[in-house]
């Protein structure tokens, strides 16, 4: 079944994106539980994909609304994807790109995006005026609306998750396709947990790796690191 735009879609102040489908396209089990909280509050729904292949089985069968697009993903770059959803017809009414790195908003821009968000996606304020300001006018709804304050915070078993998920490919990474998507992947983590310290040490091997130094002393810091917050949040 294709979902298409219910432009008679009847939103409420609390609930501005009542009857949008969202597709999410991001490996983060954490980003992801962030995404899903700020749908929830906002009377969307949601469904996920955490890979370039997945996303297009996804968009042969219905027609989202809203598609949201990491710029980095296990198997190719979010952009392409971006560029390919904007050149079909019909359009997909709002298409946006997510990153863990400010720096990439130009290329989703460039790729075809609508917008941008950069992560921490957490404010409800920001995540619903970027979707209303991208739809067409006449599905955004009437009447005033009291932006909100609330600032969601996603349950810490997608941080864990995404942390083992770091740990196991640093037991097995051998190619530099690997160490490039660990570092982009961990730098996303670390700005979702407001984590200072694993963030420079992902822009550190990735600053080392696009100058081709060593990156032992890289790596070895790293899985410190995630083995401390994996045991942390264990705790909690």
Known sequence: MIDTLPMWRVSTPNRPLTGLTVLVVEDSRFASEAV??????????????DCLRSAERHLRTYRPAVVIVDLGLPDGDGADLIRQIAATEPRVPVLLGISGDPDLADSAMAAGADGFLPKPIESLAVFQQTILAALPAEARGHGLRILPDEVIQPDPSGLRDDLAHVAEILATAQDTAAVDYIAHFLAGIARSAHDPVLEAAATALARDHDAGHSLASDLARISGLVQERLARVASM
């Open 36 to 49: 899903r909280l700020l749908c929830l509050r906002s009377g969307a729904r949601i469904r996920r994909a």
